[in-house]
């Protein structure tokens, strides 16, 4: 920070003590000022919808002095597409297929929300194989939505280079999904009482050596972009969220842990068959863009190391309870929330009686994360607020619904 | 059109202008990089992935309108985005073509039923190609562009044959 500045003070600029800028609050990083005298206006630009870093539909009027963002106001509704609505006239065992495009690229913890609520309404009990099928589909997909933020991630700061290496990765990780649901994407899956399908013959095989590859992989990613100190550079200290701005504005999941809060629902509400997996929760100390980094790459080797735990101990069993054809809940009320990859995907469920939902609310962790950014970009460069929307991994089909 | 047979010493080629600026666009044609939902995900991110890598057809991703010619139009287009959309298409310098990824942008798909969504982005701007599937997959939309190379050729010797019978 102190470069750039230095250099004006070369140049002459404010070699006579004409003008101070005064020291910039720490963390903060000051595009070079010094010609205040001049008349200057605040510049409002437009950002979005159609935007490269701005991760799909997000909109974003930015008042900008110079290069530093004074103001910043998000616009939401480009994707407003009335899931909540939707499900009202959808049947139980359908809502999955509108939970897979809420939440676009990790559609399996989505369905399992749903399909847990449904569960509890209905108390049905999910034979263990089945539970931990889900678990390990889970944690496959959340590796899979981490490395197409990793790779964002890159481009955002100007790396090409890591977004090819993750979709390589992520590619052999879609054949296995494919394998086991029919779907690269869409999975619907995951239903109310188990599974739609059990696994097929040796997709143990093709697991383990997916998962062997990617242990050394995956060190390989986090030194591509975490060991480049250009990119080190560019986030540390960049869009701090500390333990308790993150709390006031509900953040949940690595954006969270990433401000050091241990909150992970697999562990404090363990659903599935999360209460049998040993696994670490990764916990960041300032919660800056480079601690959610670090926290997400180590939720990567947690995931794998999940998955290795389920094909170790896949139980015998069958992949579905006994359920009716048509789901038909008692009159009650539910909410189920599963840890998603960006964090707590909630689903409230009112139901009359009938075989669709009398109404469904969706909480989506993203929302809450693009709030905070409003709040973080004031007094950073405008470079540094699409570090910001990188780091905090928003999806917008979640935030508009 | 094989080029590779002309293309020695001393060799000429005759050619309509016409044809040869068809030869250009058809293998350059560079798509704005404009995801919707769930379809960019397939159709621009894994499409310029290592495993499909449309670059190597020629089909390339820029970020601003003014330098595309192809539009993939890849989710759901509702109200609101409508008017981005249409603003978007005619920022586009002509030539210029549309591809309707995915069911939604086709017709709406899963989201028709509610009011908000457009069904079917023919309904704000004209579409070359469509593709169905919820979402498609990438070979899909390398199809799709096949197609509509195809398209870009035929228009031209249309208008050839009808010169030709005019003449």
């Known amino acids: ?401 | 059109m094989a080029l590779d047979r002309l293309t020695g010493e001393n060799s000429l080629l005759f050619i309509r202008s016409e044809q040869l600026f068809d030869l250009a666009r058809t293998n350059s044609l560079w798509y704005i990089s404009f995801g919707i939902a769930c379809c960019a995900i397939e159709g621009l991110m894994s499409a310029s992935g290592p495993r499909f890598d449309f670059d190597r057809s020629g089909v390339f991703f820029r970020n601003s309108p003014r330098q595309a010619d192809v539009m993939i139009v890849a989710g759901t287009v509702n109200v609101k985005m409508a008017d981005t959309v249409r603003r978007l298409y005619e920022q586009m310098p002509e030539p210029r073509w549309v591809v309707a990824m995915g069911a939604c942008a086709s017709t709406g798909g899963p989201f028709r039923e509610y009011p908000n969504v457009v069904m079917g982005v023919d309904k704000v701007i004209p579409v070359d190609v469509y593709i169905p599937g919820c979402p498609p997959r990438p070979e899909s939309v390398q199809y799709a562009f096949i197609e509509l190379r195809k398209k870009i050729r035929a228009k031209t010797e249309e208008r050839l044959a009808a010169r030709r019978e005019r003449d």
């Open chain 1, 1 to 401: 920070m102190s470069d750039a500045r230095d250099d004006i003070v070369t140049v002459g600029l404010l070699a006579e003590g004409m003008h101070d800028p005064g020291v910039p609050p720490a963390g903060i990083r000051r595009a070079p000022t010094g010609v205040d005298d001049l008349a200057t206006e605040h510049l409002i630009v437009n950002m979005g919808p159609q935007h490269p870093s701005t991760h799909g539909v997000l909109r974003m009027l930015v008042e900008l002095d110079g290069e530093e963002v004074k103001n910043a106001e998000v616009t939401l509704g480009y994707l407003h597409r009335g899931i909540e609505k939707l499900a009202e006239h959808r049947r139980f065992d359908a809502l999955g297929t509108l939970m897979d495009r809420g939440d676009y690229v990790s559609g399996i913890m989505g369905e399992t929300a749903v399909a847990l609520a449904v569960e509890q309404l209905m108390e049905i009990e999910v034979p263990r194989r089945a539970r931990w099928i889900r678990v390990m589909m889970a944690e496959l997909n959340r590796i899979a939505t981490h490395l197409l933020w990793y790779g964002t991630m890159g481009l955002d700061t100007g790396a090409m280079g890591p977004f090819l290496y993750a979709m390589r990765d992520r590619e052999s990780l879609l054949d296995i999904l494919e394998a086991v649901s029919g779907a690269r994407m869409m999975f619907n899956y995951v239903r109310p009482g188990g599974v739609v399908a059990d696994l097929p013959v040796s997709i143990e095989a093709k697991i383990r050596e997916f998962c062997d590859a990617f242990d050394t992989y995956v060190d390989e990613h986090d030194a591509i972009l975490a060991g480049n100190e250009i990119f080190q550079a560019r986030l540390d200290g960049i869009g701090v969220i500390d333990a308790e701005m993150a709390l006031a504005f509900g953040l949940t999941g690595p954006n969270l842990r990433a401000s050091g809060v241990d909150f992970d629902l697999r562990k404090r509400r363990p659903y599935d068959a999360y209460d049998e997996m040993i696994f670490d929760v990764p916990l960041g100390v300032t919660g800056d863009a480079m601690d959610r980094f670090s926290v997400r790459m180590e939720e990567m080797r947690q995931s794998s190391r999940i998955i290795r735990q389920c094909i170790e101990g896949m139980p015998e069993g069958g992949y579905t309870a006994k359920v009716p054809k048509v789901l038909k809940p008692p009159a009650g009320e539910v909410y189920a929330s599963v840890e998603s990859a960006r964090g707590e995907v909630g689903i409230h469920l009112v139901t009359d009686g009938g075989t669709s939902p009398y109404r469904m609310h969706y909480h989506g962790p993203s929302l809450y994360a693009l709030q905070a950014l409003e709040d973080l970009m004031p007094g950073y460069l405008l470079a540094d607020g699409c570090i910001m929307i990188g780091s905090a991994d928003i999806m917008l089909g979640e935030v508009d619904r």
